[in-house]
C-alpha cells in the first residue's frame, strides 16, 4: 500500500517567517501535486511536479520533487496571512488511478 | 475559463431523505471522480468514471450511486443520507487517470 507522511501537521508562524512542509513515502511517484484548501472551498491546485529533482516556483512558493521521486517539499518565503489554509500533498502511481493524499498540513499565518 | 463546478454549495437534508449533488466541467477530461472529505482529513476517494465506465472504492457503502450522462456532467446520489455521511463532497476531473485532478469548490452536505 502506498503512503506519504506529511509533515508537520500544523504549523503557526508570525507573518514574514518562511517555513518547509514535507511529504515522503517509500513509493516512487509518476507524479505529485500539491493544493490548498480553504475552508469551504475545494482544493486548489498549486503545482504537478514529474520528474526527480524538479524544482518549480510560484511567486514565494518553492516546489521540490526528490530525485528518486519519492518525497517533495515545500517552502514558503516571507509567509503572509493570505497562504494560511490546508496543504495537501498527492501521488500518483504509472498506472494507477488513485491518489495517495498526504494527511494535510494546516498552515496559519499569523498577522 | 474551463472549470469544475459543484451544485449546490450548500445542502441541508434530513436523515434518510435522498439527496443528489451535482458536478458538471467545461475541461472536457475524459475522468469524473467523487471524493468525500471530513473536517480536517484528506478527501477519500469514492468511485470514478472513465469515460462512461464506472469503477467503485471497495469500501465505498452502497448507501452512495453515480451517474454520469455524459462527459460533462456526474451526479452524486445518496440514497438514505446518515448523521455520519455529513461531509464536504468534492467532484474533480483528470484528462486520463495518472494525470494531474481539478477539482471542483465541493458541496457541504449537512444531515439533520
Known amino acids: 500500500t502506498q503512503l506519504l507522511e506529511q509533515s508537520p501537521q500544523f504549523l503557526s508562524i508570525q507573518e514574514g517567517e518562511n517555513l518547509t512542509v514535507y511529504c515522503n513515502s517509500s513509493?516512487?511517484?509518476?507524479?505529485l501535486q500539491w493544493y490548498r484548501q480553504e475552508p469551504g472551498e475545494g482544493p486548489v491546485l498549486l503545482v504537478t511536479?514529474?520528474?526527480?529533482?524538479e524544482v518549480k516556483k510560484l511567486k514565494r512558493l518553492t516546489f521540490q520533487f526528490g530525485d528518486a521521486r519519492k518525497d517533495s517539499s515545500l517552502h514558503i518565503t516571507a509567509a503572509q496571512p493570505g497562504d494560511t489554509g490546508l496543504y495537501l500533498c498527492?501521488?500518483?502511481?504509472?498506472?494507477?488511478?488513485?491518489?495517495?493524499f498526504g494527511s494535510g498540513t494546516r498552515l496559519l499565518v499569523r498577522p | 475559463d474551463a472549470m469544475v463546478i459543484q451544485n449546490p454549495r450548500y445542502q441541508v437534508t434530513q436523515f434518510g431523505k435522498p439527496v443528489t449533488l451535482s458536478c458538471s466541467q467545461t475541461?472536457?477530461?475524459?475522468?469524473m471522480y467523487w471524493y468525500q472529505q471530513k473536517s480536517s482529513q484528506a478527501p477519500k476517494l469514492l468511485f470514478h468514471?472513465?469515460?462512461?465506465?464506472?469503477?467503485n472504492e471497495a469500501d465505498t457503502p452502497d448507501n452512495f450511486q453515480s451517474r454520469r450522462p455524459n462527459t460533462s456532467f456526474c451526479f452524486l446520489d445518496i440514497r438514505s443520507p446518515g448523521l455520519g455521511d455529513a461531509a464536504m463532497y468534492l467532484c474533480?476531473?483528470?484528462?486520463?487517470?495518472?494525470?494531474?485532478?481539478?477539482f471542483g469548490p465541493g458541496t457541504r452536505l449537512l444531515v439533520l
Open positions: 474533480a476531473t483528470s484528462n486520463r487517470v495518472t494525470e494531474t485532478q481539478y
Open positions: 498527492a501521488g500518483a502511481g504509472d498506472s494507477s488511478y488513485k491518489l495517495i
Open positions: 513509493s516512487v511517484f509518476s507524479s
Open positions: 511536479v514529474v520528474t526527480g529533482g
Open positions: 468514471y472513465y469515460d462512461k465506465d464506472f469503477n
Open positions: 475541461l472536457n477530461h475524459n475522468v
